[in-house]
């Protein structure tokens, strides 16, 4: 029996992307519409929610702020993985919004579950088992590096590999 390819699992925030969207929002709206911060605040009844509310004050496109070289690199790599997918702790609704179709198999955001750290990795071995590879950028990811049979981390958008049990 030919054993299965992994699954290549990105993170969003400054892994596939160069910024945390949330972060930059949440900057924007304290300086310039502290008013309306406080009506999501009001209105969130939980941390997901409010993120949402920040996030989707978005005004970059995901061509914009796309890390391209992480792009490349993925491009470089995929053929060693069955799928390529997007997990995080960013909302699952503003990533189906923010993501162009196409670019993975599949986007999995938060939803009652801020997905991140622990959480995260239980996650990713319900839905996935423990063939995959992961590439992050965070603390809270070195759980995930490894777990990993292949981890690539971003420092300063440059890939640095981390574990490569795989090719």
């Not at 004050?57 to 490349?72: A, H, K, P, R, S």
């Not at 009652?112 to 622990?118: D, F, P, R, W």
Request: aromatic fraction near 12%; glycine fraction near 6%; proline fraction near 2%.
């Amino acid at each position: 029996m030919i054993p299965m390819k992994p699954i290549l699992i990105i993170d969003f925030d400054l892994t596939l992307i160069k910024h945390d969207l949330f972060v930059l929002n949440l900057k924007k709206l304290i300086l310039t519409d502290f008013c309306s911060l406080l009506k999501i605040q009001l209105k969130s009844r939980s941390w997901i929610e409010f993120k949402l509310g920040i996030l989707f004050l978005n005004n970059y496109t995901f061509e914009e702020i796309v890390n391209n070289d992480l792009l490349v690199h993925i491009n470089k790599i995929g053929d060693n993985f069955e799928s390529i997918v997007v997990v995080s702790a960013t909302p699952q609704i503003f990533l189906r919004n923010f993501i162009p179709e196409g670019y993975f198999d599949g986007l999995y955001g938060s939803t009652t579950i801020n997905l991140k750290g622990v959480k995260k990795l239980r996650f990713i071995q319900n839905k996935f088992g423990n063939n995959f590879g992961y590439i992050g950028d965070s603390k809270s990811d070195e759980i995930i590096f490894e777990t990993s049979i292949y981890a690539d981390k971003i420092i300063d958008n440059k890939i640095i590999n981390l574990k490569n049990e795989i090719f």
